[in-house]
C-alpha cells in the first residue's frame, strides 16, 4: 500500500515527481470519455519507465492465444483493446536540448486530476542537463461533450534564458501492445498527411481491420508580441507532425494548442475517415479551447448532479468515491450498445480490455441506479447481440437445441479464454447475464424488454443449465459436475452452490417469463417460439420445472449453512487469521495446489448467491453463513470486499462494513494490491459505489419497489448520494439523527425507510429522523 | 491406422517411396545406442517435408516456458533434450544437379532397419530432372560397441551416365528445436575445423553450457581402377565438411565411408573435447567399417539373446515385439545414472526428451527381467540423485522438514512441467519412487540398496504424504484434496483411490525399512536417521502408523468397487460404446470440461492400483473391479492397453488381453493414434512387453520368488521369452500342450508354475505339460 495520493474531495493531487510511481501515477490519473481513453503519460519525450496507453472504444486485435498444452475447445485468440496511435506526443526541445523528465532535474511537479470538471493538469519546472531551466503548464482533455474530440494545452515558460523553443506536436502510429503474445505490431498504416499547423494520420488494425483516424490542428500563444515563430510539417512512416519554433525572451511564455480528433471506422466511412478526423479537429479548434473547457465543465457539472457521493468528516473517503465514480463514468456512456467495460477500462492493457461477468454484476447495478435507464439497457442489448456467438460456443462444447453460453471473456461474442477451469468451467457467468435482465426490468419496469430482447436469452440459457446438469440416482436428484464457482481458489468442483442456485433461479424466471409474455404479447411469444423451436425436441419446460424442483443445494447439518460444493466440509477450515505472517495474499505465496485444497476463499461464493436473493433469506440464515464464510474469505479479487461490506451493513455489522468498505474505495489510490501501474480496477469501482449506496445506505429494489435502511459509519459525520429510480432523481443524505430525502426531479415516488412506506412528490424534502 | 510397413520377423521394411509417410519413418527406423539417437532422416539434402533429428543424451536446454495464466509455483522452464549436430549430412551432387529425393523421381526404394544386427539400411533408384540416374545404397548404424560412434556407408552408382559426382559430407550445427518455443536457437559454436578427409566441430549450448563436439574421418571406395577423385575441405559458420569430386563411367560404383564420433561434455573435457572426437573418428577410421560391423552384430545377438521375444504362426506380433524390445535397447544401457528415458526417447522432440513417472512404472520392470540389475539401479540412483530437488520442489510448494515431491518432468530434478492440474496434482508419481525401491528389491535381492539409498527417498517421500493429507472430523479418517491420478480426465479430484492406496503403502512400506535398516546395520541407520533429523520435529513413525491406518479408501456398497475419487459414483455411467460414432478419441472431439464431468477413464486408475498391488486383492475383487472400470476406460494413453492386457489374462479373459496386447504392440509400426511422426512412444512399448511376459506369460514376482501362470493367445503357435531373474537366465516357451523353461545360466533357480514349485538347475531344462 502506498499513500503518495494528497487528500482533497475534488481533486488527485500527485506532488513531486518520483519517477518509481510514474506507471502508477499514468493509470490514476488517467483520462477518457467512453469513446477514448488516454493514461497519463507525458507529452514531452519520456525515456523512464513508463507504459504508455491511448486506446480507442471497441477497436480490437484477436491477438494468438499463448498456452502450455493446449486442449480442445480452447478458443486460438484472445481479443485485445489495443493502443492506438500516441496522440498527446508534443515533444520539447530548447536550443538542441530535449525535455525528457527522465535527464532534467524536477522540481515543483504537480499532477492534478480535476475531478469535478474532468481534466488532467500537470505543471513542474524543469532544470536541463544545460541548467536551462523551464517551467511547463499542460492541461489536456477528452472532451464529453464532442466525444471525438480531445484538447491539450501547452504551456512553456523560460525561466533563466533567451533563445530557441520548439514544440513538436506529433501523431504517433508506431505503437506496440505491451502484452502483445508474440511481440507483433498490430497496426498498418493507411495514409497520413502534414501540413502547417495540422497533420492527421489513419492506420488498420491487422486481422480485424478497423480504422482509426487521428488528427491535429494546432494554435499557438504566447504573451508579450515580440514573439516569433517557424512551423514546418514532416512526415514519416507512422509519424505525422509540425515543428513549431520559438525565439523566446527569458520570462515569456509560449504555449501551444492541440486539438485532437480521433475517430474509428465505428463511427466514420473508411473512405473519408481521415477527412472526417481532420474536420472535426478544425471543428474544434474553431470552437476554441475555451468554449471547449466550459462545455467539459458544465457536462461534468451535470453529470456529478445525478451521481455525486459526498462524505463528511472523512476527505480520503470522499475523495475515493469520487474517484471511483469519475472512472465509471470516464469509461461507460451507454452510447453504444457495441461497448462495454473491460475490467481496467482504458486505463491499461491488462485484461485486454474485453468485458467479464464485472459488467453485468456489478456495474449494471451502477448504472442502473445513476443514470438514464438506456445506459443499462445497452449493456443488456449488447449481450443479446451476442446470443448467437454464445449458442455457437455452446455448440463447440457439445451442447445442443439453442443451448447458450456466454464467454467468460469476449468483445466481438467469441470467448477469449484460455484456462480450461475458468473458459469451460466458470458457467456461474450464465447465471449473471439472466439475472441481469430481471435486475433491469426490476429496476426500470421496462416489462417490454422481455419480449423484444429477453426471452430469446433466457431460453437459451436455460437450455444450457438443462442439459448441463444430470441426474443423480443415487442423490436422487439433478447434479452439476466440475464447475468453478466465483470463488476461483476451488476449480472443477461439484455442485458449487451459488452455480446450482443461479441455474435454479434461472429456470424458474425463464418459466415466469414464458407465460407473462403469452398473456400479455401473444404474437410475439409465437414468434419467438417458433424462432427458437420452444418446446420442439422435448416438453422444455416440464423438464425445466422438474431440473429446478430436483436440482441439490445442500445444506449441511452441522452447521446449517449452505454448502460451498461437494467436499467442501472435508477440509480443514481455519479462520484466515491462521494464514501465517508474510503469506498474505496467498496467491502470492502459496503453490496453486496448497491454495486449491485449503479451505480459503478468493471471493464471495455463497455470499454471492445471498447477495444477489437477499429477499428470499431470513437474517438468521444470512448471518449464519456471514459468520461461517467470512471468516474463510481472503478478497484476493478486487470484487469481493464490496459484496462482504453490503452484508455486514446489512447484519448490523458496522466495524467489518466499513474496514471492507476502506479496503475497496482507494484500492487503487493507494495501490493496495501493488498492480495499479497496470491499470485500474475500474469494474470493482462500481463495487465500491455499490458499497455505499446498498451497504451503509441499504438501498433495495424489491418487487418494482425502492427500499432504504440506511445507517452511518461512525467516521463519518454524514453523507449523501444520488440515485435515479423510475424517472425520479433523489439526493439521499444520511446525518447522525436524521435521513433526508430530497426529490430533485418532478416525478413523485413512494419509497420505504427502514420499512416504512412514504411518498416523495416531485422536488420535495423528506426528513425522517434516524 | 495405417499399414504399409512390411511384415517380416526380423526386419521392419518400407518399400516404395511416399513423401506423405516420410516423417512417420523417419520415426521407425530411428537408430540409437543409449548415447545417442537419430531419425530415419536422409543423408542427402530433402527438400520435403522432415523432422530432423540427431539427439544427444542428457544434453539439454531449459527453454522458456509458455503459459496462458500464471499461477504461483510453475517452473520457468521446460528443460528439453535438443537436436544436436546434424552428422549424418552427406549431399550429393551429379553434374552440378543436386541429389534430393523431393525433386528426383524415385524408384526401387527400400528402407530396412535390421534389429537383429541394428542397421538401417537404404536403397533406392533416382532419376534427376536432367534424366541422370543413380542407385544408392546406404547402411548406417550407431554403435553399441564403440558409443561415441556411428559409422555411414554410402555407395552411388551411375547407371546412365558417365561424369562428375560430389559426397559432400558434413556436420551441421546450424540445427534448431521445432519446439522451441520462443523460435531461439540453442547451439552457440565453440570451434571447427576442416581438412582433406575430415572434419570437427564443437558447439555450446546456452544456459546449460553442455559441449557436444562431432568429428568425421572419411575414406573412399570405388569398383575398378579408373576413378579418380579430388578432395577439399571447407568450414564455415556452424558448418563444415569436405567435397570429394569423383569423376566416374557409367555402371561404376563410388562409396563414401563417414566415421562419426558424437562426444559430449558428459563424457569429456571440455578443453579438449574437439580433438577427443578427432581421435575417436580417427580410431573408428583405424577399426575400419567391416570390423565395426561384425562387432556390433556381436553385441546385438548378445542382447537378444537376453532379451528376446519369439511369436509363432503371427509374423505381425513377432515383427513389433522385436520392434519394440530393439527400441527400449536402443533408448537405454544403463550405463550413466544420470540418463534417463524420455517418452519418445532419441527419436523425436515431443515430451522434450524427459523423465516422467513412466520411468518407474513402465520402464523398470523392462529392464529388471532383461538385463542385469545393474541398469535397473541406475534408474533408482538417478532418482537418488535427484533427492535434493525433489525436497527443494516440496519447500517451494509449502511442504516441510525433508518432504519430497518428485517432479512429474525432469531431466535434472527441476520440475518442468507447467499445468497445476498436472505438476501440482498428479503426485502419485511419488508413489511410483518410493514403488520402484520395493519392486527393485523384489526382483534382485539387493536389500544393501536400502541402506546405502533407497530409505533416504522412502524417508522423503513418506514424509510428503503425511503432510499432504488432512484429517477429516467428519469422515473420521485422512483425507487428499485435490489430486490428479493417472487418469488424467479427470483434475483437482479428492481421495483418488489410486493416490491414497500408494500413500498408505509407502508409509507402511518405509516404517518396515526403517526397521529392517536398524536391525541390520544400526550403524547406518542412525547416520540416515541423523541426516534426516527423523523424528526430530514429530513422532514420525508412529504418525506415519497413525495416517496409514486411517487414510480413506472408499469401497462402493452398491456395487462392491474401489471408488476411483469421491463423487466418481455421481456421474453418468455409461459404458465407452455409448460414446457417438465418430466422436473417439474424446480428447479430439470432446471440449475439456465434457471430458472431465464424463465418467471415461484415460487410462488404469483404479486398475492401476490393483495391478500394483495385485497380490493384495483376490480374483474376485480384481474382476469386480475389472468389469466395472473397464468399460469406462478409453485408452487415450499409449500406457493404458498394457495394464489392462495383463489383468484380462490374468482374470482369464483371453479375447480381451489380446485385443488389448495388439492395439498396444504396433503402435508406432501401424501409426495407430496418427503421431508417430512425433516420434515412438517409447517408454510403453516396455508396457507392450510387460502384456506379454507378465499377461500371457503371467510373469510375478512375489516375496523375492519367480510365478508363472503362461496362457497361450489362441491367434499364436507358441511363443516364448526370456528373463533374467537373480543370476539365472530363462529362456520361457510356450505352446498348446507343453511349458518348457530352458535355464541358459549356469545358476539354479526355485520358481513356481500354475503354483506349483520347481526347481531349474543351471543348464536344464524343464518340460511341463499344459
Given at each position: 500500500m502506498r499513500d503518495y495520493i494528497k487528500k482533497d474531495p475534488w481533486n488527485i493531487i500527485e506532488e513531486g515527481f518520483d519517477p518509481a510511481l510514474n506507471r502508477i501515477s499514468e493509470s490514476i490519473f488517467s483520462i477518457g470519455n467512453g469513446r477514448m481513453g488516454q493514461r497519463a503519460n507525458f507529452e514531452e519525450k519520456y525515456s523512464g519507465s513508463s507504459l504508455r496507453g491511448s486506446y480507442v472504444a471497441g477497436v480490437y486485435y484477436p491477438d494468438k492465444t499463448r498456452v502450455g498444452w493446449w486442449k480442445n475447445g480452447y478458443p486460438e485468440y484472445f481479443a485485445k483493446v489495443l493502443n492506438a496511435t500516441n496522440w498527446i506526443g508534443i515533444h520539447v526541445n530548447i536550443e538542441g536540448e530535449e525535455l525528457d523528465l527522465a535527464s532534467a532535474k524536477v522540481t515543483n511537479f504537480k499532477r492534478v486530476l480535476n475531478m469535478q470538471e474532468g481534466l488532467l493538469q500537470r505543471s513542474f519546472v524543469a532544470t536541463l542537463p544545460s541548467g536551462k531551466q523551464i517551467e511547463v503548464q499542460s492541461t489536456r482533455f477528452t472532451s464529453i461533450v464532442d466525444c471525438d474530440n480531445a484538447v491539450i494545452r501547452y504551456a512553456v515558460r523560460a525561466l533563466n534564458f533567451s533563445g530557441k523553443l520548439s514544440f513538436v506536436p506529433l501523431l504517433d502510429l508506431n505503437v506496440v501492445n505491451q502484452d502483445s503474445n508474440y511481440d507483433e505490431q498490430f497496426w498498418v498504416e493507411i495514409s497520413r498527411t502534414a501540413a502547417q499547423c495540422s497533420a492527421a494520420i489513419t492506420g488498420e488494425t491487422k486481422k480485424t481491420a478497423f480504422h482509426v483516424a487521428c488528427a491535429f490542428k494546432l494554435a499557438m500563444e504566447h504573451d508579450g508580441d515580440d514573439v516569433s515563430y517557424t512551423i514546418s510539417p514532416f512526415s514519416q512512416d507512422k509519424l505525422v507532425g509540425n515543428t513549431v519554433n520559438f525565439t523566446i525572451e527569458q520570462g515569456q511564455t509560449v504555449s501551444l494548442i492541440k486539438y485532437v480528433a480521433v475517430i474509428s471506422s465505428l463511427y466514420a466511412d473508411k473512405a473519408t475517415i481521415q477527412t472526417t478526423a481532420e474536420a472535426s479537429a478544425a471543428a474544434a479548434y474553431s470552437k476554441g479551447y475555451a468554449t471547449m473547457l466550459k462545455e467539459q465543465r458544465a457536462a461534468w457539472a451535470k453529470k456529478w448532479a445525478e451521481c455525486d457521493i459526498t462524505i463528511e468528516g472523512d476527505v480520503a473517503a470522499q475523495q475515493a468515491i469520487r474517484f471511483n465514480i469519475l472512472q465509471m463514468n470516464q469509461t461507460y456512456t451507454g452510447e453504444d450498445e457495441r461497448l462495454n467495460i473491460g475490467p481496467k477500462g482504458f486505463t491499461g492493457e491488462k485484461y485486454g480490455g474485453v468485458t467479464y461477468w464485472d459488467t453485468e454484476a456489478y456495474c449494471l447495478p451502477f448504472y442502473l441506479k445513476t443514470a438514464d435507464p438506456q445506459v443499462a439497457r445497452q449493456l443488456l442489448i449488447y449481450r443479446y447481440k451476442h446470443l448467437g456467438r454464445a449458442i455457437e460456443n455452446a455448440t463447440k462444447l457439445g451442447f445442443k437445441h439453442g443451448a447458450a453460453l456466454y464467454p467468460m471473456v469476449t468483445i466481438n461474442g467469441e470467448e477469449c479464454h484460455n484456462e480450461w477451469e475458468i473458459t469451460?468451467?466458470?458457467?456461474h457467468r450464465n447465471g449473471a447475464m439472466s439475472f441481469a435482465i430481471y435486475n433491469y426490468i426490476n429496476h426500470t419496469g421496462d416489462v417490454d424488454y422481455l419480449a423484444e430482447y429477453g426471452l430469446e436469452v433466457l431460453i437459451a440459457i436455460s437450455r444450457f443449465w438443462r442439459q448441463r446438469v444430470q441426474w443423480s440416482e443415487r442423490r436422487k436428484g439433478y447434479v452439476m459436475l466440475g464447475v468453478t464457482g466465483p470463488n476461483e481458489y476451488e476449480n472443477n468442483v461439484n455442485n458449487n452452490w451459488y452455480t446450482n442456485l443461479l441455474a435454479q433461479w434461472t429456470l424458474n424466471y425463464t418459466r415466469e417469463c414464458l407465460a407473462l409474455v403469452k398473456e400479455s404479447n401473444p404474437v410475439r411469444y409465437t414468434e419467438i417460439a417458433e424462432k427458437t423451436h420452444l418446446g420442439g425436441h422435448e416438453d422444455e419446460l416440464s423438464i425445466w420445472a422438474d431440473v429446478a424442483a430436483k436440482i441439490v443445494l445442500p445444506r449441511d447439518n452441522q452447521t446449517g449453512v449452505f454448502i460451498?460444493?461437494?467436499?467442501?466440509?472435508?477440509?480443514?477450515?481455519?479462520?484466515?487469521?491462521?494464514?501465517?505472517?508474510?503469506?498474505?495474499?496467498i496467491h502470492k505465496h502459496w503453490s496453486w495446489d496448497r491454495i486449491l485444497r485449503s479451505c480459503y476463499i478468493k471471493q464471495a461464493d455463497v455470499l454471492q448467491g445471498i447477495y444477489t436473493?437477499?429477499?428470499?433469506?431470513d437474517k438468521e440464515t444470512l448471518k449464519r453463513n456471514f459468520d461461517f464464510y467470512e471468516p474463510l474469505?481472503?478478497?484476493?479479487?478486487?470484487?469481493s470486499p464490496c459484496i462482504h461490506s453490503i452484508l455486514a451493513s446489512s447484519l448490523g455489522y458496522e466495524e467489518l462494513a466499513y474496514k471492507f468498505y476502506l479496503r475497496t474505495a482507494r484500492l487503487d489510490l493507494d495501490d493496495y494490491n501493488h498492480d495499479t501501474d497496470d491499470g485500474l480496477h475500474i469494474t470493482s469501482m462500481a463495487g465500491t459505489w455499490m458499497a455505499v449506496v446498498e451497504g451503509f445506505g441499504g438501498v433495495r429494489v424489491r418487487e418494482g419497489g425502492l427500499q432504504l435502511n440506511p445507517s452511518l459509519p461512525k467516521q463519518w459525520q454524514a453523507y449523501s448520494f444520488r440515485i435515479t429510480f423510475r424517472k425520479s432523481l433523489l439526493k439521499i443524505t444520511v446525518k447522525p439523527d436524521v435521513i433526508c430525502i430530497e426529490n430533485e426531479s418532478d416525478v413523485g415516488i413512494e419509497l420505504a425507510v427502514y420499512g416504512q412506506a412514504h411518498n416523495v412528490l416531485g422536488r420535495q424534502v423528506l426528513r425522517l429522523p434516524r
Open positions: 469451460f468451467e466458470e458457467i460451498q460444493h461437494d467436499g467442501f466440509m472435508d477440509k480443514e477450515l481455519l479462520p484466515m487469521t491462521a494464514i501465517p505472517q508474510g503469506e498474505y495474499p436473493f437477499e429477499a428470499n433469506y474469505t481472503v478478497h484476493e479479487s478486487s470484487l
